[in-house]
């Protein structure tokens, strides 16, 4: 392998390394928290790693870090979904020889398998699609039941959903988070976990371990609160081009919840978002089939509403300083 910035390793399901590389045509890697991100890289049609790049091998990126920048720290990893054949001539090779054909492979992140789920109990059933606990609890009894041997039809499960090829594990439950009141059958495991840490006041993701990946939740958030050390700011040349954006196109602020039942019997409920007023009333109606009661239809309509809220985003580009280097003084998933 050369000794360049960057190495990627190849893995089998049960996490052996069958192979280490860094000479690829071309390198992107996206992360985010709570989401899939992916990596993607190019290689020349004959190079030896081809052979061990096969469908969800999974492929880790490793980068040179630390102060003196000779240690090798993990930087992302995901599993091979994609395979792109061309030939000719391509601007990501142009230290390449053009008229060589060339191989680009996408991966995705693990949390992905997540989204290869959805909560497939029948509404109402305590603990398996109707929760009232702590988010940390809800979120992993939710992959529990739903993405490892313990889900299964004889559990009750409407099919069995355990992974085979690439067996899930649960990281032991500390309760954190806050207190829900959670709904969530027939939901995308993936995105009622990502709806749930908004609320829940967490992170999750999906972790190697050996045999397979566990599933871990971060109290708080995936890195550590660094807001009183690290500052982005235009004076302190570590930011370039930022961009505020208020979008309220979508805002809504009111919503009528309609729950079990039919004309008349059918409970409803209408309940309001932190930005209503009188001046400022955007309604919309929430199905409320998986709620039992009051509390349960109040509960989806206010997630419904947070998912509706005005969206106000900072974005930048980031430079690197001697005293603000990612990899060093932060991380994925810190807080700034």
């Not at 008229?99 to 497939?120: D, E, K, M, Q, Y």
């Not at 932190?274 to 109606?285: L, P």
């Amino acid at each position: 392998m050369k000794t360049g910035r960057y190495a990627l390793t190849v893995h089998t399901a049960g996490g052996e390394q069958v192979d280490r590389f860094g000479d690829f045509l071309s390198l992107e890697s996206r992360r985010l928290v709570n989401g899939v991100g992916e990596l993607r890289f190019t290689l020349p049609e004959g190079h030896p790693a081809l052979a061990n790049l096969t469908h969800l091998r999974e492929v880790r990126l490793y980068r040179r870090g630390g102060e003196g920048g000779a240690l090798w720290q993990l930087e992302n990893q995901g599993l091979l979904l994609r395979q792109q054949w061309e030939s000719g001539t391509n601007e990501v090779r142009r230290a390449a020889v053009r008229s060589a054909p060339c191989i680009t492979f996408t991966a995705l992140h693990p949390n992905w398998l997540l989204g290869t789920r959805c909560v497939a109990w029948k509404a109402g059933i305590d603990a398996r699609s109707h929760f009232e606990t702590a988010a940390e609890t809800v979120a992993k009894a939710m992959v529990r039941w739903n993405a490892t041997e313990e889900a299964s039809a004889a559990a009750g499960r409407e099919r069995d959903g355990q992974y085979t090829l690439v067996p899930l594990s649960v990281q032991a439950d500390a309760g954190g988070g806050n207190l829900m009141n959670w709904s969530c059958a027939y939901d995308n495991l993936l995105e009622s976990l990502q709806r749930l840490s908004i609320l829940g006041g967490g992170d999750f993701e999906l972790v190697s371990v050996p045999g397979g990946y566990e599933f871990r939740w971060y109290s708080g958030q995936l890195g550590n609160d660094l807001r009183s050390e690290v500052f982005f700011a235009l004076e302190r040349g570590n930011l370039s081009n930022p961009r505020l954006d208020l979008d309220r196109r979508n805002e809504q602020s009111a919503a009528v919840v309609g729950g079990r039942g039919v004309g008349i019997l059918r409970q409803v409920i209408a309940c309001y978002g932190e930005n209503y007023s009188t001046a400022n009333d955007i309604e919309t109606f929430v199905y409320g089939l998986q709620a039992s009661d009051a509390d349960g239809l109040a509960a989806l309509g206010a997630q419904a509403l947070q998912r509706s809220q005005p969206q106000k985003t900072l974005d930048f580009d980031v430079l690197q300083t001697p005293g603000c280097t990612y990899g060093i003084h932060y991380q994925i998933g810190d807080r700034v």
